[in-house]
């Protein structure tokens, strides 16, 4: 298992960016040279970036002896959104990172079945983004995730910086029609869906709108794992929940062999 630190020129973007990939050992992969490795995009929230999850979790220790690969891009604080600034960070995630990570790594699969996003707080709403609004993932988790604001809910986020939230998803007294609200993107997928699973603490002040999202995307058709516990919203919690992911996840892992 190799531990990569790279920077791309992203075209979408016009700025270099970061990017940690954790790569499987060609040795433990089966018929090395011509398989498809199954790629894991890892997510951060808000204040976090491409080291997040490597510092702040065992997510070396949960991929090793397996053939996922691991990429865990840099986004700032942009919500996985084309901005309305003119920054298209969607774009370069969901649609430019892929090509460049196969130009960097041609035996990453580009099959769909083969492709998974997980994210955290943002990271969550970036993960149920990119699966609803891009035919690239089978599969997506959400850990804490800002899955879903009223508009009341959205004010008040939005108070103490409201050029800020309003340079990222535009109207902010309708937020609930905004094209960026998760719902409004899971009503427009005509494709196959994504398979989707979403964990949040009972006492984490995102709760309720993941009770909500769970509730709802059901209705379109969406196949929906929904769990909670105790717990609020801190790395302790997504760095147990992870181990959760990866068991959901089909891929060839078990928890008492990896982290042996």
Same mark, same amino acid.
């Given at each position: 298992m190799a531990i990569l630190d790279i920077e791309y020129y992203s075209e979408v973007l016009e700025i270099v960016r970061p990017l940690k990939v954790i790569y499987p050992e060609p040795s433990k992969i089966e018929n090395y040279k011509g398989v498809d490795i199954p790629v894991l995009y890892l997510l951060h929230g808000m204040s976090g970036n491409q080291n997040s999850w490597l510092v702040r979790t065992g997510i070396d220790r949960l991929v090793r002896q397996t053939e996922l690969a691991v990429v865990m891009p840099a986004t700032d604080d942009a919500w996985y959104t084309n901005?309305?600034?003119? @920054?298209?960070?969607?774009?370069?995630v969901a649609l430019e990172l892929?090509?460049?990570? *196969?130009?960097?790594?041609?035996?990453?699969?580009?099959?769909?079945?083969?492709?998974?996003v997980?994210?955290?707080?943002?990271?969550?709403?970036?993960?149920?983004?990119?699966?609803?609004?891009?035919? *690239?993932?089978?599969?997506?988790?959400?850990?804490?995730?800002?899955?879903?604001?009223?508009?009341d809910l959205f004010k008040e986020h939005a108070a103490a910086r409201p050029d800020y939230w309003r340079g990222?998803?535009? &109207?902010?007294? *309708?937020?609930?029609?905004?094209?960026? @609200?998760?719902?409004?993107?899971?009503?427009?997928?005509?494709?196959?869906?994504?398979?989707?699973?979403?964990?949040?603490?009972?006492?984490?002040?995102?709760?309720?709108?993941? &009770?909500?999202?769970?509730?709802?995307?059901?209705?379109?058709?969406?196949?929906?794992t929904y769990e909670t516990a105790h717990g609020r919203h801190e790395w302790y919690y997504w760095a147990k929940q992870l181990e959760r992911v990866f068991a959901w996840l089909p891929i060839d892992w078990k928890k008492e062999e990896r982290l042996s």
């Open positions: 901005t309305t600034y003119g @920054q298209r960070y969607f774009d370069a892929p090509q460049v990570l *196969h130009n960097f790594f041609p035996n990453l699969s580009t099959k769909r079945e083969k492709n998974f997980a994210g955290l707080s943002m990271g969550g709403y970036g993960a149920f983004k990119l699966a609803l609004g891009t035919a *690239h993932f089978s599969y997506a988790a959400s850990l804490s995730g800002a899955l879903y604001f009223t508009n990222i998803f535009g &109207d902010l007294d *309708h937020f609930e029609e905004n094209p960026n @609200q998760l719902l409004n993107i899971a009503k427009m997928q005509s494709g196959e869906k994504p398979k989707l699973y979403a964990w949040c603490g009972l006492e984490d002040d995102l709760c309720a709108g993941n &009770d909500f999202i769970a509730r709802e995307l059901p209705k379109f058709g969406y196949d929906l």
